[in-house]
């Protein structure tokens, strides 16, 4: 009994030098201490069959064998964390070789879009101002010249957040609090996001961009408004575009157009981007109603104004051929990083 416990140590010791790896170190410890079917448990099993007096001794012994395997087994442990260790310093670094790329983050495509319009109103002088999200029912409907129980109320599909305060569902209140706060002339972009209970499609959304161009003077004339609005879609569509103004009916205006440009994807001849009308639908736009001067604290006897709304989405998408508005607040690299 004593020579297989001496022949076992012995033998760990000397297989313990050889093991490459952790996985071997590991499969020599389980094979040689394993409970079950482990040699030294099956060395160990001989001990019932010992007569009593020798069984002390063996015990001894035994123990002094373990002891010597597991220090080999240590030892083993012990050499390949230091063979680790001294590999990774080994290791080589070429301090000359070229760094991936930084990914590099890039404006939106709705915010491009604005500086573009942004520019545009700057290099005619005007100011850009940009108002509160949360309005009250006054500037929102109201002071815009529509009443209370006026339908427009209800084509706006209002977000309320309180008995008499709401999401504004446009930029126009922004033309009577600009008002109040600047004496006349006045010439100014207000830019924003606005909101309506639209149910989500790939052409409406509950919050977008507007902005409102305003301009109030003496003597300022839709003609004004026409170069205006004209000139802004040749900057932003290409010198080719045309624009057309539709009558059409806002109380906040008088007289009041819709405002077309030529479709760029089939240069007016209809297609699927236009509904095969040629045109597409910009916004709207109008000379100021005198209420709206009034409110504002202009007097309408002696200022004229124009003002028109517009979509940015719209006008992002028209000009990239996004086909979904969704799209934007999505926030999917795929399509972030096509326009960055
Ligand atoms: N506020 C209108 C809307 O959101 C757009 C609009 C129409 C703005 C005519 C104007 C305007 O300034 O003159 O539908």
């Known amino acids: 009994m004593d020579d297989k416990l001496a022949a076992l140590a012995a033998e760990v010791e000397a297989r313990a030098q050889q093991v490459r790896d952790e996985r071997e ?5 389980t094979s040689v201490l394993g409970r079950k079917g482990g040699r030294l448990s099956q060395v160990l099993a001989g001990l019932g069959k010992l007569p009593k007096e020798e069984r002390a001794e063996f015990g001894r012994r035994a123990n002094e064998a373990k002891a010597r395997i597991e220090a080999s087994l240590e030892h083993a442990r012990r050499r390949l964390a230091d063979a680790a260790v001294e590999q990774s310093l080994a290791r080589r670094y070429d301090v000359t070789f070229d760094a991936l790329p930084p990914h ?3 404006l ?7 500086e573009d319009v ?3 109103f700057r290099s005619r002088g005007f100011a850009i101002v940009m108002g509160p999200e949360v309005e009250t ?3 929102n409907f109201e002071a815009m010249n ?3 129980d006026h339908p427009a109320r209800d084509a706006m599909d209002t977000f309320y ?3 008499r305060t709401l999401l504004r569902t446009h930029t126009s209140p922004m033309q009577v609090r600009s ?5 006349p002339p006045i010439a100014i972009l207000v830019p924003g996001k606005v909101y309506r209970r639209d149910a989500l499609d790939a052409r409406h959304a509950f919050v977008f961009h507007q902005f409102e161009g305003l301009q109030v003077d003496r003597g300022v004339t839709f003609a004004h408004l026409k170069g205006f609005v004209t000139d802004l879609c040749r900057a932003l569509y290409g010198e080719d575009r045309r624009t057309r103004f539709r009558p059409s009916y806002f109380q906040f205006t008088e007289p009041s157009a819709e405002v077309d440009v030529s479709c760029a994807v089939c240069e007016g001849r209809g297609c699927r981007t236009c509904g095969g009308a040629g045109w597409l639908e910009m916004g709207g736009a109008g000379m100021v109603h005198p209420h709206v001067l009034r409110a504002g604290g202009y007097d309408p006897e002696t200022y004229t104004g124009w003002a028109f709304g517009l979509g940015i989405e719209r006008i992002a998408m028209v000009r990239n051929g996004i086909d979904d508005i969704r799209l934007f607040t999505e926030n999917d690299p795929a399509f972030v990083e096509q326009f960055a």
Do not use: C, K, N
């Open 25 to 29: 170190l590991d499969e020599l410890r």
């Open 104 to 106: 590099r983050g890039s």
């Open 108 to 114: 939106h495509i709705l915010r491009q879009t604005l």
């Open 118 to 120: 942004a520019s545009f």
């Open 137 to 139: 029912e006054y500037y």
């Open 146 to 148: 529509i009443p209370a």
């Open 161 to 163: 957040v309180g008995p």
């Open 179 to 183: 008002m109040l706060a600047y004496p």
